[in-house]
Nanobody
Framework: QVQLVESGGGLVQAGGSLRLSCTAS????????MGWYRQAPGKERELVAF???????NYADSVKGRFTIARDNAKNTVYLQMNSLKPEDTAVYYC???????????????WGQGTQVTVSS
């Protein structure tokens, strides 16, 4: 199975920065899309950003210009640099990786354990 380990969450004041990381391990043939989702209390999970194998990126409108997603393929790691944080960014952030374990197998989505990000005002 593929396992994802997240780190980098914490408490920060509005206007501050945090950098999340997520590393995939296990039996992996290839990784396609890597992304970040978040879920705040009382709200549905939403896509924050994703990055493809060709380094194309996509961001939610609410984080454009403030967050940057990047990946290090040699380390099977995806990062989310979060700048100019706002209280509304407070949520549990989940890493998601779409990967293929075997050459002729279908891709599957794998999830990290979640890391809490709290932004105070």
């Amino acid at each position: 199975q593929v396992q994802l380990v997240e780190s980098g969450g914490g408490l920060v004041q509005a206007g501050g920065s945090l950098r999340l990381s997520c590393t995939a391990s296990g039996s992996i043939f290839s990784i396609n899309v890597m992304g970040w989702y978040r879920q705040a209390p009382g709200k549905e999970r939403e896509l924050v950003a994703f990055i493809t194998s060709s380094d194309s990126t996509n961001y939610a409108d609410s984080v454009k210009g403030r967050f940057t997603i990047a990946r290090d393929n040699a380390k099977n790691t995806v990062y989310l640099q979060m700048n100019s944080l706002k209280p509304e960014d407070t949520a549990v952030y989940y890493c998601n990786v779409r990967a293929r374990r075997y050459r002729f197998q279908n891709e599957n989505d794998y999830w990290g354990q979640g890391t809490q990000v709290t932004v105070s005002s």
